[in-house]
Protein backbone atom coordinates (compact mmCIF):
# COMPACT_ATOMS: atom_id res chain seq x y z
CA UNK A 1 0.00 0.00 0.00
CA UNK A 2 1.09 3.71 -0.34
CA UNK A 3 2.06 5.81 2.63
CA UNK A 4 -0.82 6.98 4.43
CA UNK A 5 -1.00 10.78 5.73
CA UNK A 6 -3.34 12.56 7.50
CA UNK A 7 -3.71 15.22 5.59
CA UNK A 8 -5.45 12.50 3.06
CA UNK A 9 -8.24 11.59 5.91
CA UNK A 10 -12.17 13.23 5.22
CA UNK A 11 -13.19 15.73 7.64
CA UNK A 12 -15.28 12.59 9.66
CA UNK A 13 -11.81 11.76 10.56
CA UNK A 14 -10.77 15.20 11.72
CA UNK A 15 -9.70 16.33 15.51
CA UNK A 16 -13.00 18.17 16.01
CA UNK A 17 -14.98 14.99 15.33
CA UNK A 18 -12.67 12.40 17.01
CA UNK A 19 -12.54 11.00 20.64
CA UNK A 20 -10.02 9.73 22.78
CA UNK A 21 -11.85 6.46 22.82
CA UNK A 22 -12.34 6.39 18.99
CA UNK A 23 -9.13 7.16 18.33
CA UNK A 24 -7.85 4.26 20.74
CA UNK A 25 -10.39 1.64 19.20
CA UNK A 26 -9.16 2.55 15.17
CA UNK A 27 -5.72 1.96 16.46
CA UNK A 28 -6.59 -1.31 17.54
CA UNK A 29 -8.97 -1.58 14.66
CA UNK A 30 -7.93 -3.11 11.09
CA UNK A 31 -8.24 -0.52 9.17
CA UNK A 32 -4.57 0.39 7.94
CA UNK A 33 -5.12 3.94 7.10
CA UNK A 34 -7.16 4.89 10.30
CA UNK A 35 -5.16 3.31 12.43
CA UNK A 36 -1.95 5.52 11.11
CA UNK A 37 -4.18 8.27 11.79
CA UNK A 38 -4.85 7.64 15.28
CA UNK A 39 -1.04 6.89 16.14
CA UNK A 40 -0.60 10.52 15.07
CA UNK A 41 -3.59 11.86 16.65
CA UNK A 42 -2.98 10.75 20.27
CA UNK A 43 0.81 11.87 19.94
CA UNK A 44 -0.50 15.38 18.50
CA UNK A 45 -2.69 15.57 21.16
CA UNK A 46 -0.82 14.07 24.11
CA UNK A 47 -3.13 11.44 24.98
CA UNK A 48 -1.50 9.85 28.15
CA UNK A 49 -4.07 6.92 28.72
CA UNK A 50 -2.84 3.87 29.77
CA UNK A 51 -4.58 1.97 27.35
CA UNK A 52 -3.53 4.09 24.68
CA UNK A 53 0.10 3.42 25.82
CA UNK A 54 -0.65 0.12 25.87
CA UNK A 55 -1.88 0.55 22.03
CA UNK A 56 0.58 2.60 20.90
CA UNK A 57 3.60 0.12 22.24
CA UNK A 58 2.00 -2.81 20.54
CA UNK A 59 1.44 -0.80 17.31
CA UNK A 60 5.51 -0.44 17.28
CA UNK A 61 5.83 -4.78 16.23
CA UNK A 62 3.30 -4.05 14.08
CA UNK A 63 3.63 -6.47 10.78
CA UNK A 64 0.19 -5.66 8.61
CA UNK A 65 0.79 -1.60 7.91
CA UNK A 66 3.60 -1.71 5.36
CA UNK A 67 4.51 0.49 2.32
CA UNK A 68 4.96 -1.52 -1.52
CA UNK A 69 8.82 -0.83 -0.38
CA UNK A 70 8.94 -2.40 2.96
CA UNK A 71 8.16 0.12 5.17
CA UNK A 72 6.37 0.52 8.35
CA UNK A 73 4.18 3.04 8.62
CA UNK A 74 2.36 2.46 12.17
CA UNK A 75 5.10 1.94 13.33
CA UNK A 76 6.89 5.23 12.47
CA UNK A 77 3.74 7.35 14.04
CA UNK A 78 3.75 5.12 17.15
CA UNK A 79 7.04 5.88 17.92
CA UNK A 80 6.82 9.37 17.10
CA UNK A 81 3.55 9.80 19.53
CA UNK A 82 5.31 7.97 22.30
CA UNK A 83 7.96 10.38 22.49
CA UNK A 84 5.48 12.96 22.61
CA UNK A 85 3.82 11.54 24.98
CA UNK A 86 6.97 10.88 27.64
CA UNK A 87 6.07 7.58 28.50
CA UNK A 88 9.10 5.81 30.23
CA UNK A 89 7.85 2.35 29.84
CA UNK A 90 7.84 2.85 26.00
CA UNK A 91 12.50 2.68 26.16
CA UNK A 92 12.09 -0.78 25.51
CA UNK A 93 10.03 -0.79 22.90
CA UNK A 94 11.49 2.01 21.55
CA UNK A 95 15.08 0.42 21.90
CA UNK A 96 13.92 -2.62 20.10
CA UNK A 97 12.79 -0.64 16.95
CA UNK A 98 16.52 0.71 16.10
CA UNK A 99 16.85 -2.43 14.87
CA UNK A 100 13.96 -2.43 12.37
CA UNK A 101 14.98 -2.55 8.86
CA UNK A 102 12.68 0.19 8.23
CA UNK A 103 15.06 3.87 8.25
CA UNK A 104 12.08 5.92 9.13
CA UNK A 105 10.94 3.79 12.18
CA UNK A 106 14.98 3.73 13.47
CA UNK A 107 15.08 7.68 12.69
CA UNK A 108 11.75 8.17 14.96
CA UNK A 109 12.92 5.69 17.76
CA UNK A 110 15.99 7.77 17.79
CA UNK A 111 14.52 11.49 17.93
CA UNK A 112 11.59 9.89 20.68
CA UNK A 113 14.41 7.89 23.05
CA UNK A 114 16.27 11.45 22.72
CA UNK A 115 13.11 13.42 23.98
CA UNK A 116 12.36 10.78 27.03
CA UNK A 117 15.41 11.41 28.81
CA UNK A 118 16.78 7.70 29.70
CA UNK A 119 20.22 6.87 29.73
CA UNK A 120 19.94 2.96 29.09
CA UNK A 121 19.44 3.36 25.01
CA UNK A 122 22.83 5.33 24.92
CA UNK A 123 24.80 2.06 24.01
CA UNK A 124 21.90 1.55 21.59
CA UNK A 125 22.15 4.64 19.96
CA UNK A 126 26.17 4.62 19.48
CA UNK A 127 26.05 1.05 18.10
CA UNK A 128 23.73 3.04 14.75
CA UNK A 129 27.29 4.95 13.96
CA UNK A 130 29.80 2.22 14.40
CA UNK A 131 31.68 2.64 10.90
CA UNK A 132 31.42 6.32 11.24
CA UNK A 133 31.37 8.59 7.71
CA UNK A 134 33.06 5.37 6.12
CA UNK A 135 29.43 3.57 6.66
CA UNK A 136 27.06 6.25 6.40
CA UNK A 137 28.01 8.28 3.21
CA UNK A 138 25.12 8.85 0.82
CA UNK A 139 23.51 5.82 -1.20
CA UNK A 140 23.30 6.46 -4.37
CA UNK A 141 19.47 6.54 -5.82
CA UNK A 142 18.03 6.73 -2.05
CA UNK A 143 16.46 9.39 -0.27
CA UNK A 144 18.48 8.53 2.86
CA UNK A 145 21.79 7.40 4.87
CA UNK A 146 22.34 3.98 5.61
CA UNK A 147 21.42 4.75 9.31
CA UNK A 148 19.46 8.12 10.77
CA UNK A 149 22.52 9.45 11.56
CA UNK A 150 21.18 13.09 12.65
CA UNK A 151 18.77 11.91 14.98
CA UNK A 152 21.45 9.73 16.57
CA UNK A 153 23.55 12.05 16.62
CA UNK A 154 21.10 14.77 18.19
CA UNK A 155 19.44 12.23 20.58
CA UNK A 156 22.90 11.44 22.08
CA UNK A 157 24.06 15.29 22.60
CA UNK A 158 20.24 15.82 24.41
CA UNK A 159 21.13 12.45 26.40
CA UNK A 160 24.69 14.19 27.63
CA UNK A 161 26.20 11.24 26.38
CA UNK A 162 30.03 12.47 26.48
CA UNK A 163 31.21 8.62 26.20
CA UNK A 164 29.73 9.46 22.69
CA UNK A 165 31.76 12.23 21.40
CA UNK A 166 35.04 10.18 20.03
CA UNK A 167 31.95 8.31 17.73
CA UNK A 168 30.05 12.12 17.24
CA UNK A 169 32.87 13.77 16.15
CA UNK A 170 33.93 13.25 12.73
CA UNK A 171 30.71 13.69 11.76
CA UNK A 172 31.57 17.05 11.45
CA UNK A 173 32.97 16.23 8.18
CA UNK A 174 30.05 14.35 6.50
CA UNK A 175 28.94 15.48 2.97
CA UNK A 176 25.33 16.18 4.27
CA UNK A 177 24.99 19.56 5.52
CA UNK A 178 22.31 18.50 8.17
CA UNK A 179 24.04 15.72 9.52
CA UNK A 180 27.21 18.08 9.97
CA UNK A 181 24.62 20.90 12.31
CA UNK A 182 23.24 17.62 14.43
CA UNK A 183 27.05 17.29 14.98
CA UNK A 184 27.51 20.67 15.95
CA UNK A 185 24.47 21.16 18.11
CA UNK A 186 25.53 17.96 19.96
CA UNK A 187 28.94 18.45 20.59
CA UNK A 188 27.91 22.11 21.48
CA UNK A 189 25.96 19.98 24.14
CA UNK A 190 28.50 17.51 25.45
CA UNK A 191 31.25 19.92 25.58
CA UNK A 192 29.89 23.58 25.89
CA UNK A 193 32.83 24.69 23.37
CA UNK A 194 31.82 27.92 21.88
CA UNK A 195 33.08 26.75 18.27
CA UNK A 196 30.57 24.89 17.72
CA UNK A 197 27.96 27.12 18.10
CA UNK A 198 29.66 29.59 16.04
CA UNK A 199 29.58 26.56 13.17
CA UNK A 200 25.53 26.91 13.55
CA UNK A 201 25.52 30.64 13.46
CA UNK A 202 27.52 30.84 10.38
CA UNK A 203 25.24 28.58 8.81
CA UNK A 204 22.43 31.09 9.21
CA UNK A 205 23.71 32.84 6.41
CA UNK A 206 23.82 29.94 4.38
CA UNK A 207 22.44 30.08 0.70
CA UNK A 208 19.52 27.73 1.29
CA UNK A 209 16.69 28.52 3.46
CA UNK A 210 15.72 24.93 3.89
CA UNK A 211 19.43 24.59 6.36
CA UNK A 212 18.87 28.18 7.57
CA UNK A 213 15.80 26.79 9.11
CA UNK A 214 17.68 23.69 10.49
CA UNK A 215 20.67 25.71 11.80
CA UNK A 216 17.81 28.23 13.50
CA UNK A 217 16.38 25.00 15.35
CA UNK A 218 19.39 23.52 16.63
CA UNK A 219 20.70 26.88 18.29
CA UNK A 220 17.28 27.25 19.64
CA UNK A 221 18.02 23.44 21.04
CA UNK A 222 21.09 24.24 22.98
CA UNK A 223 20.56 27.70 23.84
CA UNK A 224 23.31 29.43 22.08
CA UNK A 225 23.22 33.04 23.46
CA UNK A 226 25.59 34.35 21.69
CA UNK A 227 23.36 33.59 18.08
CA UNK A 228 20.34 35.44 19.37
CA UNK A 229 21.15 38.61 17.07
CA UNK A 230 22.08 36.78 14.03
CA UNK A 231 19.07 34.55 14.61
CA UNK A 232 16.77 38.16 14.85
CA UNK A 233 17.96 38.69 11.33
CA UNK A 234 18.33 35.58 9.24
CA UNK A 235 16.69 35.38 6.47
CA UNK A 236 13.60 33.11 7.35
CA UNK A 237 10.14 33.05 8.54
CA UNK A 238 9.60 35.26 12.27
CA UNK A 239 7.87 32.10 13.82
CA UNK A 240 10.73 30.17 13.23
CA UNK A 241 13.08 33.35 14.88
CA UNK A 242 10.51 33.60 17.25
CA UNK A 243 10.86 29.99 18.36
CA UNK A 244 14.74 29.83 18.27
CA UNK A 245 14.76 32.49 20.46
CA UNK A 246 12.70 31.86 23.01
CA UNK A 247 14.94 28.24 23.04
CA UNK A 248 17.83 30.67 24.28
CA UNK A 249 15.28 32.62 26.39
CA UNK A 250 14.36 29.46 28.20
CA UNK A 251 17.86 27.62 27.96
CA UNK A 252 19.14 30.79 30.00
CA UNK A 253 16.26 31.42 32.61
CA UNK A 254 16.71 27.96 33.76
CA UNK A 255 21.00 28.61 34.11
CA UNK A 256 20.06 32.35 35.78
CA UNK A 257 18.04 31.21 38.36
CA UNK A 258 19.71 27.81 38.93
CA UNK A 259 23.06 30.01 39.40
CA UNK A 260 20.59 32.45 41.87
CA UNK A 261 19.50 29.96 44.42
CA UNK A 262 23.17 28.65 44.57
CA UNK A 263 24.33 31.61 45.37
CA UNK A 264 21.48 32.11 48.01
CA UNK A 265 19.50 34.55 45.99
CA UNK A 266 16.35 32.01 45.36
CA UNK A 267 13.39 32.62 43.64
CA UNK A 268 10.14 31.39 43.75
CA UNK A 269 9.12 31.16 40.11
CA UNK A 270 12.27 28.97 39.29
CA UNK A 271 10.63 26.66 37.25
CA UNK A 272 8.44 29.15 34.94
CA UNK A 273 7.87 28.78 31.49
CA UNK A 274 8.36 32.10 29.17
CA UNK A 275 5.79 31.78 26.59
CA UNK A 276 5.22 33.80 23.72
CA UNK A 277 5.99 37.15 24.44
CA UNK A 278 3.93 40.75 22.98
CA UNK A 279 5.20 44.39 23.31
CA UNK A 280 3.87 44.80 27.52
CA UNK A 281 5.96 41.45 28.04
CA UNK A 282 8.81 43.69 29.65
CA UNK A 283 6.80 46.19 31.47
CA UNK A 284 4.64 43.06 33.01
CA UNK A 285 8.43 41.52 33.95
CA UNK A 286 9.82 45.17 35.32
CA UNK A 287 6.24 45.65 37.13
CA UNK A 288 6.90 41.97 38.91
CA UNK A 289 7.56 42.08 42.42
CA UNK A 290 10.54 39.25 40.93
CA UNK A 291 11.82 41.83 38.38
CA UNK A 292 15.09 42.52 40.49
CA UNK A 293 16.08 38.83 39.78
CA UNK A 294 15.02 39.19 35.62
CA UNK A 295 18.34 39.28 34.35
CA UNK A 296 19.68 42.31 30.95
CA UNK A 297 20.52 39.62 28.69
CA UNK A 298 16.41 37.91 29.33
CA UNK A 299 15.07 41.37 28.60
CA UNK A 300 17.34 42.04 25.35
CA UNK A 301 16.20 38.63 24.19
CA UNK A 302 12.77 39.24 24.58
CA UNK A 303 13.07 43.15 22.99
CA UNK A 304 14.15 41.25 20.05
CA UNK A 305 10.85 38.59 20.02
CA UNK A 306 8.90 41.80 20.59
CA UNK A 307 10.88 43.41 16.99
CA UNK A 308 9.65 39.90 15.27
CA UNK A 309 5.98 40.40 16.49
Sequence with gaps: MLESSP????????PEHLTVEQAIANLKGEDRGLQYYAAWWLGRFRVKEPEAIEALIFALQDEGNRTESGGYPLRRNAAKA?????????????????????FYVRESAAESLGMLSDRSCVPQLMKLLV?????????????HLPQ???AVIEALGTL????????????????VE???????????QLTQNPSYGDRLVKALSGDKLQL????????????????????????????????????????????????????GIGNREQGREFLPFNGESE??????????SISDTAIYLMNLMDDLL
Excluded at 160 to 175: D, M, R, V, W, Y
Excluded at 178 to 188: E, F, H, K, N, S
Excluded at 284 to 290: A, G, M, V
Aim: charged share 20%.
Design 7 to 14: ENYTEVDS
Design 82 to 102: LGKLGELQAVPALIACLDCSD
Design 131 to 143: GGLAANQPIPGFP
Design 148 to 150: PCA
Design 160 to 175: GATEAIELIEPFLEHP
Design 178 to 188: LVQYATARAMY
Design 212 to 263: RRAALSDLGAIGYLPAAKAISETLAENSLKLISLKGLLEHHVKNHYRETREQ
Design 283 to 292: DILKNSSESS
